[in-house]
T-cell receptor, first 115, second 113 residues
C-alpha cells in the first residue's frame, strides 16, 4: 500500500503571498490531519478533515485553512504569509477513528520557506 | 487540554547500550500513547503504541511501558544501533472521533558507534 504523499516537497514564497499544499492519504483512509513542525514548537496540530468536513481544529489564525475532497485528498492553504510561517508542514492520515484510539501515519512533509 | 512533556531533550548512548525516553501527560482521560521516530528529511514514523488497558508492549528491540497512575510512559530501546539515531516523539490522545494527538517536543537520540 502506498504511503501518505505530499506535494510539493519544498516551496519558497515571499511574505504576503499565499500557498496551497496538497496531501493524498493512504488508500482507504478517510481522515486527514495537518501539523506544523518548527524547531521551537515541535508538532502543532492545525486541523483534521473527515468526509470533507473539518471536525477538529487547533489554535492557529484564520489565515490557515483547509479542505478535503470526495476522494479524501486534502489541501491546506495559508494566506498572507509571514516569516514565522516557515516550517515543515506534515499531513497524516488514519482510517476513520470511530470510537477507538487510532493509528496515524505521516507523509514526508512540505518544507515551506517564507522570505 | 492535554500537555505532553518529554525528558530528556537529548540523549547520547554507546552502540549496544539501552536507551530510555520518558514522557508525562496531564489528561487522565488519555488512553492512547504512540511513539514516532523521525529521521532527517522524513516525516514521523509510527514505531510502537500502547493503549491504556495494557502496561507494557514489546516489538523486537523496542518496548513501551505505561503507568496510568503516575501519568507517564516510556520508550525502551535495547541493543541500540547507529540507525536508531533520530528524533523520537511521544504523543497522547483520548478516544473518540474528534480526538487529536498531542505531541511532546521530541528528543534527539544519538547512538555513538
Amino acid at each position: 500500500k502506498a504511503g501518505v504523499t505530499q506535494t510539493p516537497r519544498y516551496l519558497i514564497k515571499t511574505r504576503g503571498q499565499q500557498v496551497t499544499l496538497s496531501c493524498s492519504p493512504i488508500s482507504g483512509h478517510r481522515s486527514v490531519s495537518w501539523y506544523q513542525q518548527t524547531p521551537g514548537q515541535g508538532l502543532q496540530f492545525l486541523f483534521e478533515y473527515f468526509s470533507e468536513t473539518q471536525r477538529n481544529k487547533g489554535n492557529f489564525p484564520g489565515r490557515f485553512s483547509g479542505r478535503q475532497f470526495s476522494n479524501s485528498r486534502s489541501e491546506m492553504n495559508v494566506s498572507t504569509l509571514e516569516l514565522g510561517d516557515s516550517a515543515l508542514y506534515l499531513c497524516a492520515s488514519r482510517t476513520s477513528g470511530g470510537a477507538a484510539p487510532y493509528e496515524q501515519y505521516f507523509g514526508p512533509g512540505t518544507r515551506l520557506t517564507v522570505t | 487540554g492535554e500537555n505532553v512533556e518529554q525528558h530528556p531533550s537529548t540523549l547520547s548512548v554507546q552502540e549496544g547500550d539501552s536507551a530510555v525516553i520518558k514522557c508525562t501527560y496531564s489528561d487522565s482521560a488519555s488512553n492512547y500513547f504512540p511513539w514516532y521516530k523521525q529521521e532527517l528529511g522524513k516525516g514521523p514514523q509510527l514505531i510502537i503504541d500502547i493503549r491504556s488497558n495494557v502496561g507494557e508492549k514489546k516489538d523486537q528491540r523496542i518496548a513501551v511501558t505505561l503507568n496510568k497512575t503516575a501519568k507517564h510512559f516510556s520508550l525502551h530501546i535495547t541493543e541500540t544501533q547507529p540507525e536508531d539515531s533520530a528524533v523520537y516523539f511521544c504523543a497522547a490522545s483520548r478516544s473518540g472521533a474528534n480526538s487529536k494527538l498531542t505531541f511532546g517536543k521530541g528528543i534527539t537520540l544519538s547512538v555513538r558507534p
